[in-house]
């Protein structure tokens, strides 16, 4: 049986459809390991091929039994295009990933099938299903699978990421801020591939340097440090990034910190999200600590680690005043690239669920949940003063004078030659925020 695996069209980010075949994709496309992944818990007699919309061309007419494709929030309305343009040619379709499990009657409209949470222990039943012509119209999410036995990625299907790679550990989070999407879709706490297997990943992967695609690293301190030794002993001599909480890493003594800049950590992504303790207090993210933000990033560059922030705007706290209150405290804080994000109300998060009922969600269209529109209505501001105000912020961060002189820093922090890669990292913000907030 021939298994075609769609991954669509990207309208908005650091790499977009827009970019298809030129430099940046090739340099900061970040690669998706969502399909290899599924590709790779395909039983093996089955023959599989890879579409990535933003890097080549759809063909419609491609012979194949199945198609799966993979689903955001922002890509629904492209997904579900392809969808019904692949069955009116006959073909099943399968839908999964995080929006066809928050609203999966929705994604049933457009597909044969919808498979809801993680892949592993479905995937597998529905293709025996299908070949006994017995599909099921919903496949209810089922955790009852070992994380250990996941293999690794199909990455002979990552072919247009030269610069870049990408791993997984570990699943799930163990906090419940309000708008994420992670703790709702993957409900079975935090799962930890064994070090060895992530290890083994790691040393295949072509690339030099790469990226966990974890929630975040620092869910379990004393694995991580485990994880960072092992790296070490086996001289895996790789440089990447990953996501860090901020009460661990601020926690974490020295000895963690070298441990994980002696493994290879370039850049820590950390999302602290807002200079407001209330709005941070207000959407449950109570282990941030803006007091402490500061003393944290002088701490990580000590270590010789450059520091991305996660920063987003529209929380029920935030009034106008917010936007120049982050720029100060950005400059202040001295991180080395800033990811500015317009809050977004992700179906199945308990934030979409109490705007919803509130009244307050102002669009269904799901190509504009992109973080760069508004699609509900702020508390202490308009929707406007919203837009406006979150791209005063990226327009001035992103000033080519700032990006110069945080460069600088950033090669000094780090101390490496891969410290281009942080730098690089703002001019490709520049040009995502400058193409979609329109500077
Ligand atoms: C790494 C990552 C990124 C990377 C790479 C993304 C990528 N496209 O691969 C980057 C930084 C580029 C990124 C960007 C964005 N991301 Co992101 N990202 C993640 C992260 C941390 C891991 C994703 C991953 O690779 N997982 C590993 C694979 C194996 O798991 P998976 O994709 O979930 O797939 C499993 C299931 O979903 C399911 N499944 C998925 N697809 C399919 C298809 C079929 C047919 C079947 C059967 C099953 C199935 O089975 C898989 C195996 O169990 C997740 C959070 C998380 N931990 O999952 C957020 C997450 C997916 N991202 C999210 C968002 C919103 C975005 C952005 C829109 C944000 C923005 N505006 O910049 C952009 C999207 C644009 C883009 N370029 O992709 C949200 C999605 C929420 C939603 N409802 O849409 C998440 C959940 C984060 C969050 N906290 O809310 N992201």
Known sequence: MKILLVFPRIEHGQTTVKDK???NAYIFGNPIITLPHIAAITPSEHEVKLVNENY????????CDIVGITCYT??????YEIADEFRKRGKTVIL???????????AKQHADSVVKGMAEANWP?????????????????????????VPPIR?????KNPLLGAVQWTRGCGNSCEFCAISSFCDRGVMRRPIKNVLEEIKQMPNKLFIFHDPHLTSSPRYARELFKEMIKQKVNKSWLANGTTNVLLKADDEFLNLARKAGCLEWFIGFESVSQEALDGIKKTHNKVKNFRKLIKRL???????????IFGFDEDTPEIFDLTIEKMHEWDIDVAEVNILTPYPGTPLFDRLEKDGRILTYDWSKYNQIDVVFKPKNMTEKELWQGTRKVAKEFYK????????????????????????????????YYKRDFCF
């Not at 922002?74 to 997904?79: D, E, H, I, L, Q």
């Not at 990933?97 to 009657?105: L, N, V, W």
């Not at 990455?155 to 072919?159: C, N």
């Not at 891969?418 to 040009?431: E, H, I």
């Open 400 to 431: 080519i004078s700032n990006i110069f002189v945080r460069s600088i820093k950033t090669f000094g922090y780090t101390k490496k030659l891969t410290g281009f890669f942080p730098a690089g990292g703002n001019l490709s913000y520049r040009r």
């Open 74 to 79: 922002m890509t629904a309305p492209r997904v």
């Open 125 to 149: 039943k529905l293709i025996k299903d299908f070949e006994k012509g017995k599909l099921k119209p919903f496949y209810e999410k089922d955790n009852n699978f070992d994380i250990a036995d």
């Open 21 to 23: 075949g030129t430099w």
């Open 155 to 159: 990455r002979d299907l990552i072919v």
């Open 96 to 106: 999964g990933g995080y929006h066809p499990t928050a609203r999966p009657d929705e």
């Open 56 to 63: 080549e061309t759809l063909d419609f007419n491609e012979e």
């Open 301 to 311: 560059h000590k270590n010789n680690m450059a520091v991305q922030g996660g920063i």
